[in-house]
């Protein structure tokens, strides 16, 4: 089981995000229940995040901008250095091409945000990483 109170327990989750309000509110709540929160609003600073803070999960939204998040996750899964990292997709896009893509590619989980409040968000986040603990996986 993941020990909260110890930092070198913190479990750093990549907020891929583009809108600011939500990207706030994520982030208030995900550090009140002890997760360690990197912004990032754009796919190019999603990657390097993921190359320099090395998270150990990424919930990333689809619509950014005129970009689209299953890009970058297509990258991070074919990098040695990221494919391992989890990924929960979060958006409000729930077209199934965009599922059947993330799924293709990897994707733990997908999550449409107007389902889900920020509280439910970080208990998933730290039950998952829980149990990837617990089989050895993280």
């Known amino acids: 089981m993941i020990k909260m109170d110890d930092a070198s327990m913190?479990?750093?989750?990549?907020?891929?995000?583009?809108?600011?309000?939500?990207?706030?509110?994520?982030?208030?709540v995900f550090n009140?229940?002890?997760l360690l929160t990197i912004p990032a609003t754009t796919i190019?600073?999603?990657l390097r995040m993921a190359f320099i803070d090395r998270p150990d999960l990424i919930l990333l939204d689809v619509m950014l901008h005129n970009e689209n998040g299953l890009d970058i996750m297509e990258k991070l899964k074919q990098d040695e250095a990221t494919k391992d990292i989890p990924i929960f997709v979060?958006?409000?896009?729930?077209?199934?091409?965009?599922?059947?893509?993330?799924?293709?590619?990897?994707?733990?989980?997908?999550?449409?945000?107007?389902?889900?409040?920020?509280?439910?968000?970080?208990?998933r986040i730290q039950e998952f990483m829980e149990e990837r603990v617990a089989a050895g996986k993280a």
């Open 10 to 28: 913190l479990i750093k989750v990549l907020f891929v995000e583009d809108d600011p309000d939500q990207l706030f509110l994520f982030q208030q």
């Open 32 to 34: 009140l229940k002890g």
């Open 44 to 46: 190019e600073e999603a």
């Open 90 to 123: 979060f958006t409000n896009t729930d077209k199934k091409e965009f599922k059947d893509r993330a799924e293709k590619l990897g994707a733990e989980d997908y999550i449409i945000k107007s389902e889900t409040i920020p509280q439910e968000m970080a208990q």
